[in-house]
């Protein structure tokens, strides 16, 4: 069965750092794309980040020099290295796999966790 | 960035009714097109792709139709459990953009 199970959001001041983990089990993450994506409270849905599983990452412009995506393939885990943090980055933070048929980078996501709250705030 | 505009936001339905949901880009996508079902506290679950490729699992009462820049997704008989918020993707072009949700309300 696959399953994905995110951790490590909470409280942070404008300007901390916070490191979100996804933990996976019935598949691997380095045989995947996998993506970080975002739903601010009472909004849609927007892409963060994806690592493409040759190792490649993409992330989007608001991104970009303050989120790093990574993984460990020996823990089968997805990470999210936010520093920098702004109040507009609080969102719940899903991990996601990218259809395994692909090789784009830019793909629909067929499994998804439960997602992680993320608040920045002083 | 292509824009996804979903309509209506909302949509009082009863089951057992037909409910009949429209996205739209900004920007032709080809059929580069997936629906997405979250209900409250959960991630979102893939419903079709393609624009009208069932997702393992979806019961054959969702369907979805469209390309270009027109898109629908039809519910044709509505089960309590279909009561949520329903999203749109395009992933033609990076980033790929979701439109801002229809919720299905009794």
């Known amino acids: 069965e696959v399953?994905?199970?995110e951790s490590g959001g909470g409280l942070v001041q404008p300007g901390g750092s916070l490191r979100l983990s996804c933990a996976v089990s019935g598949f691997?993450?380095?045989?995947?794309?996998?993506?970080?994506?975002?739903?601010?409270p009472g909004k849609g849905l927007e892409w963060v980040s994806v690592i493409h599983s040759g190792g490649s990452t993409y992330e989007v412009d608001s991104v970009r020099g303050r989120f790093t995506i990574s993984r460990d393939n020996s823990n089968n885990t997805l990470y999210l290295q936010m520093n920098r943090l702004r109040a507009d980055d609080t969102a719940v933070y899903f991990c996601a796999r990218g259809d395994p048929s692909t090789l784009s980078k830019v793909h629909f996501c067929d499994h998804w966790g439960q997602g992680t709250l993320v608040t920045v705030s002083s | 960035e292509i824009v996804m505009t979903q309509s209506p936001v909302t949509l009082s339905?009863?089951?057992g009714e037909r409910a009949t949901l429209s996205c739209r880009a900004s920007h032709?996508?080809?059929?580069?097109?997936?629906?997405?079902?979250?209900?409250?506290?959960?991630?979102?679950?893939?419903?079709i792709y393609t624009a009208s490729t069932r997702a393992t699992g979806v019961p054959d009462r969702f369907s979805g139709s469209g390309s270009g820049t027109e898109f629908t997704l039809t519910i044709s008989s509505l089960q309590s459990e279909d009561f949520a918020v329903y999203f749109c993707q395009q992933y033609n072009n990076w980033p790929g953009t979701f439109g801002q949700g229809t919720k299905l309300d009794i």
């Open chain 1, 3 to 5: 399953r994905l199970v």
């Open chain 1, 28 to 40: 691997n993450v380095n045989d995947n794309f996998m993506n970080w994506v975002r739903q601010a």
């Open chain 2, 13 to 15: 339905v009863s089951p």
């Open chain 2, 28 to 47: 032709s996508v080809s059929r580069n097109l997936a629906w997405y079902q979250q209900k409250p506290g959960q991630g979102p679950r893939l419903l």
